[in-house]
Nanobody, 119 residues
Framework: QVQLQESGPGLVKPSQTLSLTCTVS??????????WSWIRQPPGKGLEWMGA???????YYSPSLKSRTSISRDTSKNQFTLQLSSVTPEDTAVYYC???????????WGQGTQVTVSS
């Protein structure tokens, strides 16, 4: 059973960089042919796919967030990380990490972590 757990600060100041880590257990992030995604849900809105890192290490980003988003991984720790720069209050959301065979279709999700952008 694959399990994902998000971690990181719950409060970030405007203009700073949001950094979250997803720790994966029960499966390797380098296993063919999975994608490991970051998805968020602002209050009162739907889910928004932000980007993903593939089993190969290739990265994929939402066009609307690409200029501010970076996803990386630490295979020794079986973790992958999201960095979102220049945050504003509009980046306040519950952030999820997830796994899927296809970009945009995920079978395992973390429980989500609330991030609030506020001074």
């Amino acid at each position: 059973q694959v399990q994902l757990q998000e971690s990181g600060p719950g409060l970030v100041k405007p203009s700073q960089t949001l950094s979250l880590t997803c720790t994966v257990s029960g499966g390797s992030i380098t296993t063919n042919y999975y994608f490991w995604s970051w998805i968020r849900q602002p209050p009162g809105k739907g889910l928004e796919w932000m980007g993903a890192i593939a089993y190969s290490g290739s990265t994929y980003y939402s066009p609307s967030l690409k200029s501010r988003t970076s996803i990386s991984r630490d295979t020794s720790k079986n973790q992958f990380t999201l960095q979102l720069s220049s945050v504003t209050p509009e980046d306040t959301a519950v952030y999820y990490c997830a796994r899927g065979h296809v970009l945009g279709s995920n079978d395992y999700w973390g429980q989500g972590t609330q991030v609030t952008v506020s001074s």
